[in-house]
């Protein structure tokens, strides 16, 4: 098994933007520890293979006390048998990493930090409901670097309501005088549900326009790129030696078991995905008969997924396996499909392999609907 996920579903506050499964009445916190490690005993039988990564997401996992920590990794370790040179990401809020805090990470296996910075104005943060300012994010982020922690992901977004180019390329600079190794970038979406949704329908924010959009994502790429960060998925930007190797388990069809309320896991062929409810979760744990729901995939759907994943990636589809694994019709289907976007330099074909050039990442949405069977 490549990876483990495990969601931790709690949060201080929900931000403007987030429609994450999440609740904030941390006083669960406890007796859904120790549902989470009774689950991990029962799944055990899922997997026989090594485990190469493991994520804690969320919710704001960094709201997890040492103890809680503790028992959870116990039982991983107890129950699974975990590579030597695992990666094990932790996400975590800015204002959560305080010096007690991030000395007691790095007593633990943790060798990964994910920290959802999302901007360095302060102005954007209180719009945001961060719970930080810029100042904090940046002294966050040094108190991780002295404690030893040398493999560092900040989330950026972009194409905020009001947000300009200058306050974009402001943000990047900062993210790169960090000297940090990996950053993850992406353009705000409006999710329904969320308060920020609501803003827009009620006419009290307006998106940023188009084209503002489209030379944001250039100067994030031009940036990073310039400062020795390699483009190696369309919101993913790394340092050589520290791409993301559980989120490209992900991209490259790995299997993954998921852990928690709302997490979906992987075997290969279907997916299933745990009830979205912290109270029902925690109920199970006497039972053991944990609430799940899964779907097995068809073989087109399996095809629209390896051509979402692959392409979103530098390293593309090789198109020797895509004939291999879902037959002359789909093939021909991708081909004849993908021509025009050939024709026109938004996608090359070399060595088998079919990807993204960099004008056509700016449509890469487009282009990947093209070739998915509908």
């Known amino acids: 098994m490549a990876g483990i996920y495990i969601h931790i579903p709690f949060c201080k506050t929900r931000c403007t933007y987030c429609d994450f499964y999440m609740g904030t009445n941390e006083s669960l916190l406890d007796a859904f520890v120790d549902t989470l490690c009774a689950e991990a005993k029962i799944r055990k039988e899922e997997t026989g293979e090594t485990v190469e990564t493991i994520y804690f997401g969320g ?9 809680h920590f503790d028992r959870i990794f116990d039982s991983l370790f107890s129950h699974y048998t975990i590579a030597p040179d695992a990666e094990i990401t932790l996400e975590a809020n800015p204002d959560d990493l305080t010096g007690d805090y991030v000395e007691m990470l790095s007593q633990l296996p943790f060798n990964r930090l994910s920290i959802g910075i999302q901007s360095f104005s302060d ?37 905020l309501p009001g947000q300009t180019t200058e306050i974009w390329r402001d943000n990047l600079q900062h993210a790169i005088r960090l000297d940090i190794q990996h950053i993850s970038s992406y353009h705000l979406i409006y999710e ?25 994502f250039a100067l994030l790429i031009d940036t990073l ?13 790394g340092k050589p030696g520290y791409f993301s190797r559980h989120n490209i388990s992900y991209w490259k069809d790995a299997t993954y078991l998921g852990l928690g309320p709302a997490a979906h896991s992987y075997d290969g062929q279907s997916r299933s995905w745990n009830i979205a ?9 006497e039972s053991g008969l944990f609430e799940r729901t899964s779907e097995q995939l068809s073989l087109p759907e399996k095809y629209n997924e390896f051509i979402l994943t692959g392409l979103r990636t530098m390293w593309g589809i090789n198109l020797a396996e895509l004939k291999s694994r879902f037959g002359e019709t789909l093939f021909q289907f991708c081909m004849e499909n ?13 060595d088998q392999t079919m990807k993204l050039t960099r004008e056509g990442i700016f449509i890469s949405d487009g282009i990947m609907s093209d070739l998915m069977w509908v």
């Open 225 to 237: 790129t310039t400062h020795g960060f390699i483009h190696y998925e369309i919101s993913a930007f």
């Open 192 to 216: 329904e549900k969320t308060r920020m949704y609501r803003l827009l329908k009620a006419g009290k924010i307006q998106p940023v326009p188009e084209e503002t959009s489209t030379e944001m």
């Open 277 to 285: 409810s912290i109270t029902r979760y925690n109920q199970t744990k």
């Open 59 to 67: 919710g704001t996992p960094s709201r997890l006390h040492r103890a």
């Open 123 to 159: 102005e954007e943060l209180r719009f945001l409901s961060r719970r930080h300012n810029g100042r904090e994010a940046v002294d966050a982020v040094r108190r991780c670097q002295q404690q030893g922690f040398r493999n560092i992901s900040i989330d950026l977004m972009y194409g």
């Open 338 to 350: 993908a021509k025009k976007y050939l024709d026109q330099g938004l996608l090359s074909t070399e």
